[in-house]
């Protein structure tokens, strides 16, 4: 007798997909792997070859990354102990600190400018996408179309243009600037992400709230946003990682006050010699706000909770 | 609870008319079913007594009170959707207390609200459960429940049973017939089902492209439609229908067919043309001596019934009987009609002929 079966895999059939999966997960977090323990290694081991893949952890990269120091005279040295652990480990190098780095000021450029334009995008694309869904807009597909086509070329295609309108405008390396730029590249995509969504949601669920004692917005806020929260939640963490991770623009229009974390981490390097744990330090920590939103809003990716309660 | 009037009510959509121009009233405390195929504008009427459209033209008045521009939040009214629209993000509990946090309505107050109308609902046990762990049955309570929890003037239901399976559906008919009985509750019920309109109904509107096509009590709108349309629309197998020209006049009490003649009821108006011999099913009888015979076709068993098929010189004609009745195929037989229950349609226009019978009936519907 055979359990053969259409739905149910068989147990060789799991196990193939199990490998597969199991080698898909690790080609794909080895680099991540690779930069969590660069952060931890010291130069030397950083470059070592073969790759020292048990190593005694340091924080010097991350030291070397909120820092810039300076080398001194033995004399000085003796002279002045280090106060507390980060300062023994600068000391040991033969340097002391000579005050914080810029890159937690970029860190932050990065997360005022990235949650700024994805709380930006998601508003206004849930109003237009709203929009759109329910009421009768005059060129209707036309708009949507014209919408969409901003997303035909590469953002970057339009670098110069944006530069020149940039400078012209004083906006160059403001932060209100980078917010409206990544806005308007993440509005497209929001509009019609959110538009799908919120097509889904059945319109008797607002005239049920209608007739219940609401007013349309009241119904928007009450009925309709619960619902969409699905597509929020997934259409904040595409804006997000968008402008999060967005290079070629911040290279190009900022410098100084609204440099965001991809431009400067980069130059990190140059500062004496490859230091590659700071790199990896710094890239690390880059990871982090992502990781996090995305874990704080998995519960609403789940698209359960609507199940059940319509019938189609 | 309250009376509702409708006047001259037309809806257009762009080019197309909806809703051509409906007059009706829905007494206090009726049933009142609003039937028809789909298309025909009955969820259009319902939906503009609700204020979820607008009407082109005309008057709706609800306990005296015209609300026709009214938004619908304005009108005091309860709406059953056929899918339900409980709020899915919300438990029972939830659900049906919306309508009165809308209010303003204190807690303590709303408690005891909900758990009055969960009492009468019968749902008081599953009032802390999520909405999407419901079977059909209890969603149609719970959305019942948040529909009579405030009180409203009058109810409004678009095919609530719509989505239940039959078995079901049968049982919550009953259900709600009885609920409507007990709270005396205005009630605009839509419906494609003439079987549930026949069922729960005080009184019907049979709806066919935007018009009114009759009103009146299920029992009058099955023995006397007012048009072809609703004779064939009501009943299951439909009216038969026997086409035959003729030149008749008022006063006449008989109509020749195949060279036989036929009792009917007295007509009050004349007429000429091809015309149409209405009779139901249940109406038509075997008899020998009758001189209009047809021929047996086929016979459908339905436990107590059958339905039997012949073939007449005017066309097919079923015929309901008792199951017990054996019939073989290919025998001749007898036709003959009871009088009191065939009706007369011009063709042309659809039309049922007045004739002494029809029209003693309740003539408010007739458009």
Redesign the interface.
């Given at each position: 007798m055979t359990n053969w079966s259409l739905i149910e895999p068989s147990n060789t059939q799991k196990f193939v997909a199990g490998t597969l999966v199991a080698i898909y997960a690790l080609v794909t977090l080895l680099p991540i792997l690779w930069i969590l323990s660069t952060g931890f290694k010291t130069p030397t081991d950083s470059i070592a070859y073969p790759p020292k893949l048990i190593f005694e952890p340091t924080f010097e990269g991350y030291v070397n990354l909120f820092t810039t120091q300076t080398r001194q005279t033995e004399e000085y040295l003796a002279n002045n102990p280090p106060n507390n652990w980060y300062e023994q480990i600068v000391h040991d190098k033969g340097m002391v600190i000579a005050g914080p780095s810029r890159f937690g000021e970029r860190f932050l450029n990065s997360v005022i400018i990235g949650f700024g334009s994805t709380f930006l995008s998601v508003f206004l694309g849930t109003l237009a996408a709203y929009a759109f869904s329910r009421y009768k807009v005059p060129l209707k597909d036309d708009l949507l179309f014209f919408i969409l086509s901003t997303r035909m070329m590469p953002p970057i295609a339009v670098a110069i243009p944006i530069f020149l309108m940039f400078r012209t405008l004083g906006l160059s390396d403001t932060h209100a600037g980078m917010i409206l730029l990544y806005t308007a590249v993440n509005l497209s995509l929001a509009v019609w992400l959110l538009k799908g969504f919120i097509d889904e949601i059945?319109i008797?669920?607002e005239?049920?709230?209608?007739?219940?004692?609401?007013?349309r917005f009241?119904a928007f806020i009450k009925?309709v946003l619960?619902?969409a929260m699905t597509g929020i939640a997934s259409t904040a963490i595409f804006c997000l990682i968008f402008a999060w991770n967005e290079y070629a623009f911040a290279v190009l229009l900022t410098s100084g006050t609204a440099q965001t974390a991809p431009p400067f981490i980069p130059t990190i390097i140059g500062v004496g010699g490859q230091d590659w744990p700071a790199v990896a330090a710094g890239a690390t920590l880059f990871l982090v706000p992502v990781m996090v939103f995305t874990i704080l809003l998995r519960r609403h990716l789940l698209r359960?909770?609507?199940?059940?309660?319509?019938?189609? | 609870m309250a009376e509702i009037i409708i006047r001259n009510l037309r809806k257009e959509f762009g080019d197309f008319i909806a809703v051509e121009s409906s007059s009706f009233t829905v007494g206090d405390g009726d049933f009142f079913m609003l039937l028809g195929p789909s298309g025909c504008g009955k969820t259009t009427t319902l939906r503009m007594i609700a204020g979820l459209e607008m009407p082109t033209s005309g008057e709706i008045l609800i306990d005296g009170e015209e609300v026709g521009t009214k938004p619908a939040r304005q009108r005091d009214i309860a709406f059953v959707f056929q899918m339900f629209a409980l709020y899915p993000h919300m438990n029972v509990r939830k659900n049906i207390s919306y309508p009165l946090v809308s209010q303003g309505m204190r807690r303590a107050e709303v408690n005891k609200k909900v758990s009055e109308v969960s009492r009468i609902l019968g749902i008081e046990d599953i009032l802390d459960r999520p909405i999407s762990g419901l079977s059909g049955g209890d969603r149609q309570r719970v959305a019942l429940g948040r529909a009579i929890v405030r009180n409203p003037k009058c109810f409004l239901m678009d095919e609530p049973l719509g989505s239940l399976d039959a078995e079901f559906r049968e049982h919550m008919a009953g259900e709600l017939r009885e609920l409507h009985d007990r709270m005396g509750a205005t009630t605009v019920y839509v419906t494609h089902d003439q079987r549930e309109a026949m069922q729960m109904g005080d009184q019907i509107v049979v709806m066919n492209h935007g018009v009114i096509e009759q009103l009146g009590k299920p029992q009058d709108i099955y023995d006397y439609p007012a048009t072809i349309f609703v004779a064939d629309f009501i009943g299951s197998p439909p009216m038969n229908f026997l086409e035959f020209e003729g030149n008749l006049s008022t006063g006449i009490d008989s109509i020749e067919l195949d060279g036989q003649t036929i009792s009917v009821p007295t007509l009050k108006e004349s007429t000429s043309g091809t015309l149409v011999l209405g009779v139901r099913p249940e109406h038509v009888s075997f008899n020998d001596s009758s001189g209009y015979r047809g021929r047996v076709e086929a016979t459908e068993y339905l436990g107590t019934t059958q339905i039997i098929t012949l073939s007449s010189p005017n066309g097919p004609l079923k015929v309901r009987m008792d199951s017990k009745e054996r019939l073989r195929e290919g025998e001749k037989v007898g036709i003959s009609f009871r009088e009191e229950f065939i009706s007369l349609f011009d063709l042309k226009t659809g039309k049922a002929l007045l004739s002494e019978i029809n029209s003693r009936l309740d003539d408010n519907g007739r458009s």
């Open positions: 059945p008797e669920y005239e049920a709230a209608l007739i219940d004692g609401y007013t009241q009925v619960p619902q359960g909770i609507t199940f059940g309660a319509v019938r189609k | -």
